[in-house]
């Protein structure tokens, strides 16, 4: 099984990122590739730019690591109560390239943040769009009050929260595995 994941935001020391990087290590027996969006630099988005430059070589490379994708697992960063500006500029892009850029593929949406929300508005934004894109959501979790409840090598902290996410990963796990027997 070939698991993608990343932090949806352009920041060196994204806290999504570190969420996505924890939240693969429940999958043991998994290929993981762990993306980082400053791989995929790419102009502002406008109809004017895509009609004289074409579509730029990393939204194809994005869309081609999807594709390659058997699980999709995304920690959502939250700027102003949506998408960071710069995932929000790449899906854009990849969407362009392939309306479906998810490419009928299941995605684990996580989302953390310093507040006591944990992002949970660009959580609600990106379970209403992204099955649009062609994502099937096996499930979600949000993570509030990062620092206090988050540590790179512990894990997450509070044994409420953690319990709550290991559950929702394992259910996320079975699904997967009953969909896609031939894969595991």
């Known amino acids: 099984m070939k698991v993608k994941a990343f932090g949806a935001s352009y920041s060196k020391h ?7 990087v924890f939240a693969t290590t ?4 998994a290929e993981i590739e762990i993306l980082d969006l400053n791989d995929f630099p790419l102009p502002l988005f406008t109809v004017d730019v895509e009609k004289s430059q ?3 070589e990393n939204a194809h490379l994005f869309c081609d690591k ?3 994708a058997d699980l999709i697992i995304i920690s959502l960063a939250e700027h102003n109560g949506s998408y960071t500006a710069g995932f929000k500029n790449l899906f854009d892009w990849t969407s362009r390239k392939n309306p479906k850029m998810f490419d009928e593929k299941e995605l684990i949406l996580l989302s953390t943040s310093p507040g006591v ?3 949970a508005s660009v959580m609600a934004s990106a379970m209403d769009r992204f099955p649009r894109h062609g994502a099937t959501i096996l499930g979600s979790f949000s993570l509030p009050n990062f620092k206090e409840n988050f540590d790179t090598k512990l894990g997450i902290l509070n044994k409420e929260l953690e319990r709550q996410f290991d559950q929702m ?13 031939e894969i595991v």
């Open 54 to 56: 074409g579509i730029p």
């Open 26 to 29: 429940k999958f043991e027996d």
């Open 14 to 20: 994204s806290i999504n990122k570190s969420f996505a």
């Open 66 to 68: 999807m594709r390659e």
């Open 117 to 119: 929300r944990g992002a």
């Open 169 to 181: 990963m394992n259910a996320c796990k079975r699904v997967f595995t009953i969909t896609n027997s």
